[in-house]
């Protein structure tokens, strides 16, 4: 089992780390185990990777970076913003919070029918971060999970909450990195 000393005979066991392997029904500790754990990977991207793309999470159609861009320039429709949310098995207001969109200019945008090209850029940063955390950690249920729990490497903030700026969804893309390489933070 991986864990590292902290302050004499105290162990810290890395739970994200932990979780993800178990959600993989793995836990690496021999060389034989990563191979079980690539099997496992391969297995979970047939089931799962085939239907998932970028902006899936939004209900947008597969496409490259540039019709993305295009499609975030004109503004996404409400109903994208609405998809994510059931998607992510949160309520409206709590993903116009994470979005930085106040009430009122929430009601503005359900009358204009479709959101402006900066809240349809953050809109597709906040789906895209849910899908690379339902990848590293095996599916929504977890992703949900994590994305709402403090964690210590975000200095006890909760990803989600943390994802709220440019700078912070970095932070969350970056522990995601180390969790899915099994680094410890």
Same mark, same amino acid.
């Given at each position: 089992?991986? *864990?590292?000393?902290?302050?004499?005979?105290?162990?810290? =066991?890395?739970? $994200?780390?932990?979780?993800?392997?178990?959600?993989?029904?793995?836990? @690496?500790?021999?060389?034989?185990?990563?191979?079980?754990?690539?099997?496992?990977?391969?297995?979970?991207?047939?089931? =799962?990777?085939?239907?998932?793309?970028?902006?899936?999470?939004?209900?947008? &159609?597969?496409?490259?970076?540039?019709? !993305?861009?295009?499609?975030?320039?004109?503004?996404? &429709? !409400?109903?994208?913003?609405?998809?994510?949310? $059931?998607?992510?098995? =949160? %309520?409206?207001?709590?993903?116009?919070?994470?979005?930085?969109? &106040?009430?009122? %200019?929430?009601?503005?945008?359900?009358?204009?029918?479709? !959101?402006? /090209?900066?809240?349809?850029?953050?809109?597709?940063?906040?789906?895209?971060?849910?899908?690379?955390?339902?990848?590293?950690?095996?599916?929504?249920?977890? /992703?949900?999970?994590?994305?709402? %729990? @403090?964690?210590?490497?975000?200095?006890?903030?909760? @990803?989600? *909450?943390?994802?709220? %700026?440019?700078?912070? /969804?970095?932070?969350?893309?970056?522990?995601?990195?180390? =969790?899915?390489?099994?680094?410890?933070?």
């Amino acid at each position: 089992m991986r *864990e590292r000393k902290v302050k004499g005979d105290k162990t810290q =066991i890395n739970k $994200d780390f932990m979780v993800v392997m178990a959600s993989k029904g793995e836990i @690496p500790d021999v060389p034989e185990g990563y191979q079980r754990m690539a099997d496992a990977w391969l297995i979970f991207e047939k089931v =799962i990777g085939k239907e998932s793309h970028t902006g899936s999470s939004l209900g947008l &159609p597969a496409g490259n970076s540039s019709t !993305l861009i295009k499609i975030v320039k004109e503004g996404l &429709p !409400l109903k994208n913003f609405k998809y994510l949310s $059931d998607y992510m098995n =949160i %309520t409206l207001s709590e993903l116009a919070r994470v979005l930085c969109i &106040p009430d009122r %200019t929430l009601a503005r945008r359900r009358r204009e029918g479709r !959101l402006h /090209a900066d809240e349809s850029d953050r809109l597709l940063r906040i789906g895209i971060l849910f899908e690379n955390a339902a990848r590293v950690l095996g599916g929504r249920d977890q /992703a949900q999970q994590w994305l709402k %729990t @403090p964690k210590k490497a975000l200095g006890g903030e909760i @990803p989600l *909450e943390y994802a709220n %700026t440019e700078i912070g /969804a970095r932070e969350v893309e970056d522990l995601l990195g180390r =969790i899915e390489h099994g680094v410890f933070s």
